[in-house]
């Protein structure tokens, strides 16, 4: 009797089933390490999405890549995610304790906008960087994506902005003198803007362009390019009619040159306006100028 019972086991394990049991355990148990793996690199995304991305530091300087429609500061730091709290848990040793919104926010982008900010990590370092803004010694470049093509490569739009009375108590919009009775304490506006490529962005005419704004009035860029009848993809506040299917406003700070005696700084991001990055949604039929020799020839006129 004991020895059939040895005989079958020995059978069982000699047949090929065992290998398929084996087999399948295994596969189930490379599922699982899978599963746990997958939702362990949701958790590293969940935690990037809760960082700053970091493109230059020093002991005088934080220079990040601020995501689009993501406010700086709020006053309503519980509840309202901003780059400043976002930071104060990333950055606990650069909070500045005397101040109100904890770092030295020395310029801003708006909320649609994304790109590069520089924040001075000391009060020397901001006191300069402010000056040379105020100065408009900074050189700012920006990338953009503009409704319909351009009838032009190169332009100059020096057009003066103010306050649009409609919403004389908020940041909400702002207006040019060409709309003279909207336009409250008009200062000059200068923006220049170079063609890069011409194509489609969910088939419509798109063109790509490099901005340069010499002076800094609030949402000078967008109202700019409004004015010349380009507007800013994605920009729902200066379009004419409202265009919901966009993911974002494609408006990015793309270069950002700090002339100082602390020490200067010349930062870029890449491109995130390629065909690639918008996973080819962006078409580009034409191009006019390369970003390797945009810079020199914006500078030039």
Not at 42 to 61: A, C, I, P, Q
Not at 153 to 170: L, S
């Given at each position: 009797?004991?020895?059939?019972?040895?005989?079958?086991?020995?059978?069982?394990f000699?047949?090929?089933?065992?290998?398929?049991?084996?087999k399948?355990?295994?596969?189930?148990?490379?599922?699982?390490?899978?599963?746990?793996?997958?939702?362990?690199e949701?958790?590293?995304?969940?935690?990037?999405?809760?960082?700053?991305?970091?493109?230059?530091?020093?002991?005088?300087?934080l220079?990040i890549?601020?995501?689009?429609?993501?406010?700086?500061?709020?006053?309503?730091?519980k509840?309202?995610?901003?780059?400043?709290?976002?930071?104060?848990?990333?950055?606990?040793?650069?909070?500045?304790?005397?101040?109100?919104?904890d770092?030295?926010?020395a310029?801003?982008?708006?909320?649609?906008?994304?790109?590069?900010?520089?924040?001075?990590?000391?009060?020397?370092?901001?006191?300069?960087?402010?000056?040379?803004?105020?100065?408009?010694r900074?050189?700012?470049y920006?990338?953009?994506?503009?409704?319909?093509h351009?009838?032009?490569?190169?332009?100059?739009?020096?057009?003066?902005?103010?306050?649009?009375?409609?919403?004389?108590?908020?940041?909400k919009?702002?207006?040019?003198?060409l709309?003279?009775?909207?336009?409250q304490?008009?200062?000059?506006?200068?923006?220049k803007?170079?063609?890069l490529?011409?194509?489609?962005?969910?088939?419509?005419?798109?063109?790509?362009?490099?901005?340069r704004?010499?002076?800094?009035?609030?949402?000078?860029?967008?109202l700019?390019?409004?004015?010349i009848?380009?507007?800013?993809?994605?920009?729902y506040?200066?379009?004419?009619?409202?265009?919901?299917s966009?993911?974002?406003?494609?408006?990015?700070?793309?270069?950002?040159?700090?002339?100082?005696?602390?020490?200067?700084?010349?930062?870029?991001?890449?491109?995130?306006?390629t065909?690639?990055?918008?996973?080819?949604?962006?078409?580009?039929?034409?191009?006019?100028?390369?970003?390797?020799?945009?810079?020199?020839?914006?500078?030039s006129?």
């Open positions: 009797m004991i020895d059939e019972i040895v005989d079958r086991i020995v059978q069982f000699s047949t090929g089933l065992v290998e398929k049991i084996i399948a355990f295994l596969v189930l148990c490379d599922r699982f390490v899978n599963f746990i793996l997958s939702l362990c949701g958790n590293n995304y969940k935690k990037k999405d809760e960082t700053v991305d970091v493109l230059y530091t020093s002991g005088n300087f220079v890549n601020k995501k689009h429609d993501l406010l700086i500061n709020s006053n309503d730091t509840k309202v995610k901003t780059v400043q709290t976002i930071m104060r848990k990333q950055f606990p040793e650069y909070v500045q304790d005397n101040l109100t919104h770092f030295y926010f310029h801003r982008l708006d909320f649609a906008t994304s790109g590069i900010l520089c924040i001075p990590l000391n009060k020397n370092a901001c006191k300069e960087v402010c000056q040379v803004f105020e100065e408009q900074a050189r700012k920006y990338l953009a994506l503009l409704r319909g351009t009838d032009f490569d190169e332009e100059v739009i020096d057009i003066a902005i103010g306050e649009d009375v409609r919403f004389k108590d908020t940041s919009k702002m207006c040019t003198i709309e003279d009775e909207l336009c304490n008009p200062r000059r506006s200068i923006t803007v170079l063609v490529d011409r194509g489609y962005y969910n088939g419509k005419p798109v063109t790509k362009v490099l901005l704004p010499i002076t800094g009035r609030r949402h000078q860029l967008r700019h390019c409004s004015q009848g380009h507007v800013i993809v994605g920009d506040t200066y379009s004419l009619k409202i265009d919901t966009p993911p974002r406003m494609f408006l990015h700070a793309f270069r950002l040159v700090l002339p100082n005696t602390i020490e200067n700084l010349d930062i870029q991001t890449d491109d995130p306006f065909e690639k990055a918008l996973k080819y949604k962006w078409k580009v039929v034409e191009q006019v100028n390369s970003i390797a020799n945009a810079f020199d020839i914006i500078d006129f």
